[in-house]
């Protein structure tokens, strides 16, 4: 295998790793807080109402686009910055175009939260 494939191939399953580590983690979370009701329940007590309510983030939709956004942008300046040429010419920074997808999604959500706010004030 050439090492710039390696390199694809480790690039692809680091987003991959990072989703499944947060899917973990919230599980956990959630293990533990229903864990917590079921001790509260065998001893006969009313478990409060927090317990019960899924943890939401105010406004997640901005926190989430500017990630996204920002995301974008990194892995575009990242492939743009990358100088290595294939045998044939091209080169790694033609791949600029993944962080599109990112970046595109991350104005999706920036606009949604947007309009959500404005409706929310006139309505």
């Known amino acids: ?3 710039e ?3 694809l191939f480790v690039l692809g399953l680091a987003p991959i790793a990072i989703v499944l580590i947060v ?5 956990q979370q959630a293990k533990a807080r ?3 009701v079921m001790h509260l329940a065998d001893k006969g007590m009313a478990p409060p109402q927090q317990l019960l309510i899924e943890p939401r983030v105010a406004f997640c939709e901005r926190r989430r ?3 996204l956004i920002s995301i974008g942008l990194g892995i575009i300046a990242m492939f743009v910055a990358m100088p ?3 045998d044939d010419g091209r080169g790694v920074r033609e791949l600029w175009g993944l962080g599109l997808l990112p970046l595109i999604t991350g ?3 920036l606009s949604s939260w947007w309009l959500n ?3 929310a004030k006139h309505g």
């Open 107 to 109: 104005f999706g959500y």
């Open 1 to 3: 295998m050439q090492p």
């Open 5 to 7: 494939y390696i390199v």
């Open 84 to 86: 290595t040429p294939y």
């Open 23 to 27: 899917l973990r983690y919230r599980y």
């Open 34 to 36: 229903y864990s917590a």
């Open 117 to 119: 706010r404005r409706d």
């Open 65 to 67: 686009a500017l990630v």
